[in-house]
């Protein structure tokens, strides 16, 4: 398959494909004239990089993954995978309870001043609730 087939099969701009291909994500198997003629193993490989990059991983984890993906099944591929999983996953929970505490935040505030009465009533409390999220930005 060519570039613009694959293009229209995953959804992705052709520029997107040969961006991967540059950093080094994927070899792109070529003809004799030189195009890039996409066989099932590249195929598959872009689909990975794609929902990883979709996952919102940066390219060095894609990176990453990828090397992992080509390395020979045993048992220095099993610690090496499980490590970089555990410590994503870790990151991600990370975020995500930092994310959760804005939520928090920004709900308790909504509460405390869902009119003009509540938030002149409330003034204090929300200066009080934004302020110590201030000084609690490093946690956050």
């Not at 991967?20 to 099932?40: K, M, T």
């Not at 020979?72 to 990151?91: H, M, V």
């Not at 409330?122 to 302020?131: A, Q, S, T, W, Y």
Request: aromatic content about 8%; hydrophobic content about 30%; proline content about 3%.
């Amino acid at each position: 398959m060519n570039i613009k087939e694959v293009s229209e099969i995953l959804g992705v701009l052709p520029s997107k494909i040969r961006y991967y291909e540059d950093q080094g994500l994927i070899e792109i198997p070529r003809d004799e004239n030189g195009y890039r003629n996409f066989d099932e193993v590249s195929l598959e490989k872009l689909k990975i990089i794609i929902s990883l990059k979709n996952l919102e991983f940066s390219l060095k984890d894609i990176r990453y993954a990828m090397e992992l993906l080509s390395l020979p099944p045993g048992e220095d591929c099993n610690k090496k995978s499980r490590g970089y999983w555990e410590e994503l996953i870790y990151e991600v929970e990370c975020e995500l309870k930092s994310k959760l505490k804005i939520l928090e935040t920004l709900r308790e505030v909504y509460d405390l001043s869902t009119d003009h009465i509540s938030y002149e009533k409330n003034k204090d409390k929300i200066v009080e609730i934004l302020g110590d999220n201030k000084e609690k930005g490093s946690d956050l």
